[in-house]
């Protein structure tokens, strides 16, 4: 008996090692062939065969627990534990080896991941905001955020990832030279070049990052620079690399003759950040709703300007009526929250939205009427000093806009408002919702166009002998 006994227990000892070194053999590597076999099937048939290993899996986990029980009945060594395991269907004798190895494959996929991110945003590009077109750039074009939120905090940040490229953008009163440290190797600094005083503060941050460039701490720079309304920016000339100086690209805004495609290029005025005018998201409403009112103008009124000549139209015509209209004979360089509300408001309930000239061509009304799918009727007129391309285009003003594509309304007097207006009056609510569509989508692509043209052109110059 006791024989007979040993010789069971041998057997079942022999049969167990037979069929453990069988189970492993299909479980570290049958799985491997058949997945690599799935993955050039279909994914249905993919399904299947998972499903089906999860049952032979099983079939074979099941009968390496019934050996396993043989052999410890044999033995006279089940306890009660093994009594409740040997109950559970689910039971997978392999369940710690299997949860050890997917943490692993976890881990590494994780470290993986990071490696490859890194790589992906190994360039940097830093943009300092130091005027409010800076604003436009970074909410509107690259439609990225800031923290804060509080438009009058000391220091607003944000990041952006483009491809390969991590941006980051700082902005507000505590951004100041020698004030904040430099970790980054390529700088875009915005500037204001409107008038003397602005000048005079943006010569100081490009004597700044200068000495940064001479010292090693920089090594390239872009400025895009809010221009003079005549194109009066001769003072920026010696810094530009094209003038043995550091700057390496100009995006400048109106129809500077400067203006050539490759290390400088026109910049869109946007909308007035410095006014606090939000980004406008399009809603049903916006599209579909019928506007009170054909045409809006809310603005200075200059003496002896076209302005003046609008407002005489206007009114001859009685077409005060049927537009939104509000005047005023002093120009005001903040809105109250009661005043941007209206214009806003006017904007979204009217179809078109009137652009006369001020002392340039281009305003932020072209594009603040956009945002909200208000057609811009704009003059196209050359204004007086030295905008214009006098080698390609003398006398046609707006090339960004034009060259791509605006949907706009452009005229050369305002003697052709009131038929313009008259037409207005037939179009049917249907076709408007389609020109909306259709404005609201182009100025979608116009700024889509405007980042993907920045980037570019910042990473082709920047980074063209650190390729990787």
Known sequence: M???????CSLLVALYCLFSIYA????????????????????RKAAVQAKERRGRGRAEAGWAAGLRLALRLALGSLGPLDQSALESEEWNPWEGDEKSEQQHRIKTSLQMLTKSTREKTERSIQIWGKAAIGLYLWEHIFEGTLDPTDVTAQWREGQSIVGRTHYSFITGPAVLPGYFSIDVDNVVLVLNGREKAKIVHATQWLLYTQNLIQTQKLQHLAVVLLGNEHCDNDWILKFLKGN?????????????PWINGADVLQWPLGV?????????????????????YICNFLGTVYENSSRQALMNILKQNGSEKL???????QWQPQETNESLRNYQDALLQSDLTLCPVGVNTECYRIYEASSFGSVPVVEDVMTAGHCGNTSSHHSTPLQLLKAMGAPFIFIKDWKELPAILEK?????LQEKVQRRKMLLQWYQHFKTELKRKFTNTLESSFFMNNKG
Do not use: N, Q
């Open 244 to 256: 043995r100086g550091f700057v390496d690209l100009l995006f400048i805004t109106y129809d500077s």
């Open 2 to 8: 006791r024989l007979t006994r040993t010789r069971l």
């Open 323 to 329: 537009c939104w209209v509000s005047a005023r004979e």
């Open 24 to 43: 492993a053999y299909h479980v570290f590597f049958g799985r491997r062939r058949r997945a690599t076999a799935a993955s050039s099937r279909g994914s």
């Open 424 to 428: 207005e009056k037939t179009i049917i």
């Open 272 to 292: 007035a950040t410095y006014r606090k005018f939000p980004v406008v998201e399009a809603t049903w409403s916006m599209l579909h709703d019928e506007r009170p």
